[in-house]
């Protein structure tokens, strides 16, 4: 094997271990106080601001909308971040924000996010098939696991791709496109190329600027008032955003009893190990 090949392979392992030990270690058990604070769509609060914003036309699994939202202590700071995007020639799009129980189960099982991880673990593993055991171990770096630390579920993040003012079909280059399942995903990675580094701690300044922290371990992701951002700035704080069900009729939240339990049984990933194997051999 060449020692590119291996120094991919480490970095790869090293970081989603480092994942995994960030989710379990520290942001199952950070405290959390709910505010209850309702969402915002970012599509009618963009529009009322006279803000360029962009947002994905893709449906969700399950063929499910898209849920374009955020807490609304958030709403003045992603208006300003997206606005100082259009002051330096770019657009700020919107991949995804909400995500309901359903949509999270099912994110990680469907064939085109489950494919691509279990391609890249069975390479991680020079050819071997995962044990369900593991390969929750990856997930739960790459898509979250578990309500307590899939931000989505607080209604608190979002995920996100840049592209250019003058050329919507342009997009900012930050080594990758979204979603990027590889040694390439964590934000600091160093096979990244020169430009796309640049742009990546460019952008994630801005993000900082108006309160968005990243997720470490994905160059798409921002969020804040959640277990990450006080996590991840120290600021000793507990969040004041988490999982939660959300009634859309009266737009009112309900913290998640059970938001610490898995949303995937290890039956369900042993089964879509099998289906997985089958969809990649043909």
Wanted: hydrophobic share 40%; with cysteine.
């Amino acid at each position: 094997m060449q020692s590119d090949e291996v120094a991919r392979r480490a970095y790869w392992t090293q970081q989603l271990e480092a994942a995994y030990a960030f989710m379990f270690g520290s942001i199952l058990p950070y405290p959390v106080v709910e505010c209850g604070e309702p969402f915002v769509s970012l599509r009618e609060a963009a529009e009322q601001a006279d803000v360029v914003v962009a947002f994905s036309s893709l449906k969700h699994v399950n063929d499910l909308d898209r849920l374009f939202y955020l807490r609304e202590g958030q709403i003045s700071n992603f208006l300003g971040a997206a606005k100082k995007m259009n002051e330096l020639g770019w657009v700020l799009r919107v991949e995804d924000g909400y995500r309901t129980r359903e949509i999270q189960k099912y994110l990680g099982l469907t064939p085109k996010v489950f494919d691509a991880v279990l391609q890249r673990v069975m390479w991680e593993l020079d050819g071997k098939v995962p044990s369900p055991e593991f390969m929750f171990r990856r997930c739960s770096a790459l898509v979250a696991t578990v309500p307590k630390f899939a931000t989505h579920m607080s209604g608190s993040a979002i995920d996100i791709s840049v592209m250019s003012r003058n050329d919507s079909s342009l997009e900012v280059d930050r080594g990758g496109p979204y979603i990027e399942l590889s040694e390439l995903t964590p934000m600091n990675s160093p096979f990244v190329s020169a430009v796309g580094l640049r742009h990546r701690k460019k952008i994630t300044a801005l993000m900082r600027d108006y309160g968005f922290v990243e997720y470490p371990w994905e160059f798409w992701h921002y969020s804040s008032g959640d277990a990450y951002d006080q996590f991840l700035r120290k600021t000793g704080k507990p969040a004041i955003y988490g999982a939660v069900d959300w009634d859309p009729v009266r737009n009112v939240v309900s913290p998640m009893a059970d938001a610490t339990t898995p949303l995937n049984s290890e039956e369900e990933i042993r089964t879509e190990i099998e289906a997985a194997l089958q969809r990649l051999s043909k």
